[in-house]
C-alpha cells in the first residue's frame, strides 16, 4: 500500500510547540480537521495526506506560526478559528488580531470588532460564552482609554430574577450591582481594580438599570446595553434615541432565552428586524461555535436549541 504524499514544513521551536500543542491536542485538532497525518520530526512539521488536505493544514500552520511570531498565544479556540479560516477560503492573516489588549477568539468574534469599530451601532446576538459582552466592554473600556470617549455607561434591565429594584435593599448602586456582576468582572479584568475604582469615582463608568436612561442624551460616550432581549418594545426604542453626539452603543442579548412574561414583547428581535440594513448599523450573529468557554458549553448550547426547535408547533 502506497505512502499518502508528504512535505516538511520548517518551523521555529516556539512556533512548533504551539502547533503541536499541550499534549498533541492542537495537532489533533489540525488532523481532526483535515484527514492529514502529522508529525514533528524537530526542526519543523511533517504532512501526510493529499494536496486538498495539507493545502489546508498549511494554512492553518501559517495563521498559528504568525500568531506565534507577534506574540499571541496560541489557545485551541485559536486553533479552531485558523481551522475555519483555511476551509472557508479566508486569508492566512491571523482573524484573532488584537483590539486592544483583546484579540478575537473565532471568526465571528473578528468580525464583530471589526463591526464594533466601523458603525455607531452594532446588535451582537448570540448565546451565552460567544464573548459578545465582554468584547463590548473591552472596546468601549479601550475607547475610553485612548480617550476617544469621554464615558463609558452600561446599562441592562433587571428582570432576570423575577425582582423589582425597590425591593433590594441599599442605594441604586448596591441594588444594581448584583445584576451587572458580568459587566464589572469584565471591567476588572481589563482595567484592573484601582482603575476601574478611580474611573468610577469620576464618572467615567456608568452602571445603570435600562429606568435610569430615561430622558437623558448620552453624549461622547460609548453605551452597552446588555441582555437586551429582556427589554421591552418600548424600552428598547427609548434606549436607542439616547445616543447623542459622539456616542456609539453595542446592544447585546440572546433572542432565544427572553425571561419576560410574554416573550414576544422583547425589544430585541422587534429592533433588529426593522433596523438591520439601515446606514450605520451592523448586526453581529453568533452561534455555538462561537462559544469560547469549556468546549461542554457550545454542546449544551445545541442540545437545548435542538430541544426548543423539537417543542414548537
Known amino acids: 500500500m502506497s505512502r499518502a504524499p508528504s512535505e516538511f514544513l520548517p518551523l521555529?521551536?516556539?512556533?512548533?510547540?504551539?502547533?503541536?500543542?499541550?499534549?498533541?491536542?492542537?495537532?489533533?485538532?489540525?488532523?481532526?480537521?483535515?484527514?492529514?497525518?502529522?508529525?514533528?520530526?524537530?526542526?519543523?512539521?511533517?504532512?501526510?495526506?493529499?494536496?486538498?488536505a495539507r493545502r489546508g493544514a498549511k494554512q492553518t500552520i501559517a495563521t498559528l506560526a504568525g500568531r506565534i511570531a507577534s506574540q499571541l498565544e496560541v489557545t485551541p479556540a485559536d486553533v479552531r478559528v485558523a481551522i475555519d479560516q483555511a476551509r472557508s477560503g479566508g486569508p492566512a492573516a491571523n482573524p484573532a488580531?488584537?483590539?486592544?489588549?483583546?484579540?478575537?477568539?473565532?471568526?465571528?468574534?473578528?468580525?464583530y470588532l471589526d463591526d464594533l469599530a466601523g458603525h455607531d451601532l452594532v446588535f451582537g446576538l448570540g448565546p451565552a460564552g460567544t464573548g459578545k459582552t465582554f468584547l463590548a466592554v473591552?472596546?468601549?473600556?479601550?475607547?475610553?482609554?485612548?480617550?476617544?470617549?469621554?464615558?463609558?455607561?452600561?446599562t441592562r434591565p433587571a428582570v432576570e430574577a423575577g425582582e423589582?429594584?425597590?425591593?433590594?435593599?441599599?442605594?441604586?448602586?448596591?441594588k444594581v450591582d448584583p445584576y451587572m456582576a458580568p459587566v464589572w468582572e469584565a471591567l476588572t479584568t481589563l482595567l484592573g481594580p484601582e482603575?476601574?475604582?478611580?474611573?468610577?469615582?469620576?464618572?467615567?463608568i456608568e452602571v445603570a438599570p435600562i429606568a435610569f436612561m430615561r430622558g437623558r442624551t448620552l453624549s461622547h460616550a460609548f453605551v452597552i446595553v446588555d441582555e437586551?432581549?429582556?427589554t421591552s418594545r418600548l424600552q428598547m426604542k427609548m434606549v436607542l434615541t439616547r445616543l447623542g453626539?459622539?456616542?456609539?452603543?453595542?446592544?447585546?442579548?440572546?433572542?432565544?432565552?427572553?425571561d419576560l412574561i410574554n416573550p414576544a414583547d422583547s425589544g430585541l428581535a422587534h429592533a433588529v428586524a426593522i433596523l438591520e440594513g439601515v446606514?450605520?448599523?451592523?448586526?453581529?450573529?453568533?452561534?455555538?461555535?462561537?462559544?469560547?468557554?469549556?468546549?461542554?458549553?457550545?454542546?449544551?448550547?445545541?442540545?437545548?436549541?435542538?430541544?426548543?426547535?423539537q417543542r414548537r408547533p
Request: aromatic share 2%.
Open 12 to 52: 521555529p521551536e516556539e512556533a512548533l510547540r504551539a502547533v503541536a500543542g499541550p499534549g498533541g491536542r492542537h495537532a489533533a485538532l489540525i488532523e481532526d480537521a483535515f484527514r492529514v497525518l502529522l508529525e514533528t520530526p524537530g526542526g519543523g512539521v511533517s504532512l501526510s495526506g493529499d494536496a486538498g
Open 97 to 111: 488580531a488584537r483590539r486592544g489588549a483583546v484579540g478575537a477568539k473565532t471568526a465571528a468574534q473578528a468580525r
Open 138 to 154: 473591552a472596546h468601549g473600556a479601550d475607547l475610553l482609554r485612548t480617550g476617544a470617549v469621554e464615558r463609558l455607561v452600561v
Open 164 to 174: 423589582r429594584l425597590g425591593f433590594l435593599p441599599g442605594d441604586l448602586t448596591e
Open 195 to 204: 482603575a476601574l475604582r478611580r474611573r468610577r469615582e469620576r464618572g467615567e
Open 228 to 230: 437586551a432581549q429582556n
Open 245 to 258: 453626539e459622539g456616542s456609539r452603543m453595542a446592544v447585546t442579548g440572546d433572542p432565544s432565552q427572553v
Open 279 to 309: 446606514e450605520g448599523i451592523a448586526v453581529a450573529r453568533f452561534t455555538a461555535a462561537d462559544v469560547v468557554r469549556h468546549p461542554l458549553v457550545g454542546r449544551i448550547v445545541d442540545a437545548y436549541d435542538a430541544d426548543a426547535a
